[in-house]
């Protein structure tokens, strides 16, 4: 960790970033991608229903939404990041190195259990940010016990250390782009 990571201690667990992306855009290459091309989350004991991810950055950008078991192989685009030039566009413009990036959707009346990720966070080097492409209103995401509303096109450090639990009542689906950056000096940048 750098010298520039001491004003971190003081975040909260949810951060707006100074980002405004293109919904519509996102949403397009989104629902581009056939049924049969979206991977059921590996963690089935975390949810119920419809959880699953398209990877676009991924181990050796081999197509799993999966992390690496030993946690040492590159992370690499995908092939299905070649199809998504608006995803391409909002990677560019947060600038910051990435591991894992993924589009994850949790289907109408599916829920993800209170959970908690671990070996992620600012203690590990690398941090989580959301950015919704497709909402609804009655889309409930719970972190530390309080819900966090996040609009289309906005993007949200997340602290997925703290528990956190999502429920989507429907109709349709709701779909983020989630994306690990680095924490590094462009990072760090985003805070101000």
Not at 89 to 101: M, Y
Request: proline letters at 8%.
């Amino acid at each position: 960790m750098n010298s520039s990571s001491s004003h971190v201690d003081k975040l909260p667990s949810r951060v707006k970033l100074p980002f405004a992306f293109d919904a519509e855009a996102l949403a397009r290459e989104a629902l581009a991608f056939d049924e049969s091309e979206w991977m059921r989350h590996f963690n089935t004991a975390y949810y119920e229903g419809d959880w699953s991810g398209l990877p676009l950055r991924s181990p050796h950008g081999r197509l799993t939404i999966a992390p690496d078991p030993a946690g040492t192989a590159p992370y690499e685009d995908t092939p299905y990041l070649e199809r998504c030039p608006a995803i391409r566009g909002v990677l560019a413009d947060i600038a910051c190195e990435t591991s894992s990036v993924r589009m994850l959707r949790l289907g109408a009346g599916a829920r993800i259990r209170e959970h908690q990720d671990y070996n992620i966070g600012f203690d590990y080097g690398f941090v989580r940010l959301h950015i919704p492409i497709i909402t609804g209103p009655g889309v409930e995401f719970m972190l530390g016990g309080e819900p966090l509303n996040m609009a289309p096109g906005e993007c949200w450090y997340v602290d997925v250390w703290k528990a956190h639990t999502v429920w989507n009542p429907g109709p349709g689906a709701r779909i983020h782009l989630v994306v690990d950056c680095f924490v590094n000096d462009a990072f760090l940048q985003m805070f101000g």
